[in-house]
């Protein structure tokens, strides 16, 4: 079965610093991978996605994520962020033959402080 | 990107009554839709995979008879809680996709008194 974990439940940081935040999957097929934020009281919204090509991916708002094939990492990173980051961020996955039914690592909740 | 959403946004009942929570697709179909639960502080939890035109299927440790869902239109699916009681008080989300990514509605707060 497939299954997401994410490293720290919570982080706290000042403006300006840099964010990298864990995600390792657990999966022996192909995968797509996500990560998603969601400001407080507001619904989820995707910031990137990797499906295959570059492992690099560059998402909105100036985040990325590096996938690691032989790690099952999907790492998110941030090099300078602000205080409006603040929010919880999701890393998720779903396979084809999951028929794409997303699972969800239980969340890293980011506070940034001004 | 495709619009997915939720009616109602938050609803309010009281335990023993059923509630139903829809989820539509604005501008595209979905053979196949997902339903999640959300508790206060913790991840998004898949409940279920709603299929047009056919059962959903059920994760584990989900009552498919207390949370009904009926996938009647390629843009439609519903989710009732039947019988509601304080402990289903808790943030439905809905996603439905083309391929791969999934767009999620922006989710149905339920609280059960």
């Known amino acids: 079965a497939q299954s997401v974990s994410q490293h720290n439940h919570h982080v706290i940081l000042s403006e300006a610093a840099s964010l990298e935040l864990g995600c390792n999957y657990s999966?022996?097929?192909?995968?797509?991978l996500f990560w998603y934020v969601q400001y407080p009281g507001q619904h989820l919204q995707l910031l990137l996605k990797y499906f295959s090509g570059d492992p690099l991916v560059k998402g909105i708002k100036g985040f990325e994520a590096e996938f690691i094939k032989s790690k099952f990492s999907f790492n998110l990173r941030k090099p300078s962020v602000q205080w409006s980051d603040t929010a919880e961020y999701f890393c998720?996955?779903?396979?084809?033959?999951?028929?794409?039914?997303?699972?969800f690592g239980a969340g890293t909740r980011l506070f940034v402080k001004a | 990107g495709a619009v997915v959403s939720q009616h109602p946004s938050w609803v309010i009942c009281k335990s023993g009554t059923s509630v139903k929570i829809e989820c539509r697709s604005l501008d595209f179909q979905a053979t196949t839709m997902f339903w999640y639960r959300q508790f206060p502080k913790q991840s998004l939890m898949l409940m279920a995979t709603?299929?047009?035109?056919?059962?959903?299927?059920?994760e584990q440790g989900v009552e498919k008879d207390k949370f009904l869902i009926n996938h009647a239109s390629l843009t439609l699916s519903t989710l009732t809680v039947t019988s509601a009681h304080p402990e289903d008080s808790s943030f439905y989300i809905c996603?439905?996709?083309?391929?791969?990514?999934?767009?999620f509605g922006p989710g149905t707060r339920l609280l059960v008194l």
């Open positions: 709603s299929n047009e035109g056919s059962k959903a299927t059920y």
């Open positions: 999966y022996g097929g192909t995968v797509n």
């Open positions: 998720a996955v779903n396979a084809r033959t999951g028929g794409f039914k997303t699972i």
């Open positions: 996603s439905a996709g083309e391929g791969e990514t999934q767009y």
